[in-house]
């Protein structure tokens, strides 16, 4: 069975401060990653994606992620963060041979001006 | 592009009566899913269909059903609703189909907010 932890609720930064949002998975072989993010009344917004390779994914709105297959960890990361990056963020997981994409609980990120 | 478009956005149900969400996707995709967004629980797939005429259950079935009318259309119902069903619905699309790669990413609807008392 696949799983996705997000640990933090909410994550509140100051404008112009790093912000990180962590994401740790559970699976049974090699793990496609993704983030999403979700604006109020809105869909969810695919951000980026870690399929192989080089473990520090770039996507969308400067944001970006670094998997760490140790550590089962996949946390997103954007080096200044803007008060327009307020958002409900997901993390999700997939494995090959299924369908599925199991998706973490979500994390609410405030960003103060 | 309109991409994943859903309707109605909001709807508010009684005990026992039915309804059906429209989904609609003008990105020729080949599979296409419906979620539900719970407080907490993050998205929880109910059905898929991985290509036009086949449709399978996802995590929590029970109390739907589904039809993929064609390639573009995906449609949930419910029968009889229950309080318990009330939520966020999101359908979504990708372009992966029965034999494509997971590796796909899916696209979102806006969502139907639906309440059932």
């Known amino acids: 069975a696949q799983s996705v932890a997000q640990p933090e609720d909410q994550v509140n930064v100051a404008e112009g401060n790093p912000l990180t949002v962590k994401c740790t998975y559970s699976v049974s072989g090699n793990p496609y990653l993704f983030w999403y993010v979700q604006y109020p009344n809105r869909g969810l917004q695919f951000l980026l994606k870690y399929i192989t390779g080089d473990n520090l994914v770039k996507g969308s709105y400067g944001f970006e992620a670094e998997f760490n297959k140790s550590q089962t960890s996949f946390h997103l990361k954007k080096p200044s963060a803007l008060v327009s990056d307020s958002a409900l963020y997901f993390c999700?997981?997939?494995?090959?041979?299924?369908?599925?994409?199991?998706f973490g609980a979500g994390t609410t990120v405030t960003v103060r001006a | 592009n309109a991409g994943v478009t859903q309707t109605p956005k909001f709807q508010v149900l009684k005990t026992g009566q039915s309804m059906t969400l429209q989904c609609a996707q003008d990105m020729n995709h080949n599979s296409m899913y419906w979620y539900r967004q719970d407080p907490g629980m993050g998205l929880r797939l109910i059905y898929y269909?991985?290509?036009?005429?086949?449709?399978d259950k996802g995590e929590v079935p029970n109390g739907y059903n589904v039809s993929r009318l064609n390639k573009r259309e995906f449609s949930l119902r419910l029968e009889s609703a229950a309080p318990s069903q009330t939520s966020v619905y999101f359908c979504a699309s990708s372009e992966a189909g029965l034999f494509g790669a997971p590796t796909d990413t899916q696209y979102f609807g806006p969502g139907t907010r639906l309440t059932v008392l």
């Open positions: 999700a997981v997939r494995v090959p041979g299924d369908y599925k994409l199991s």
């Open positions: 269909s991985a290509s036009e005429g086949t449709t």
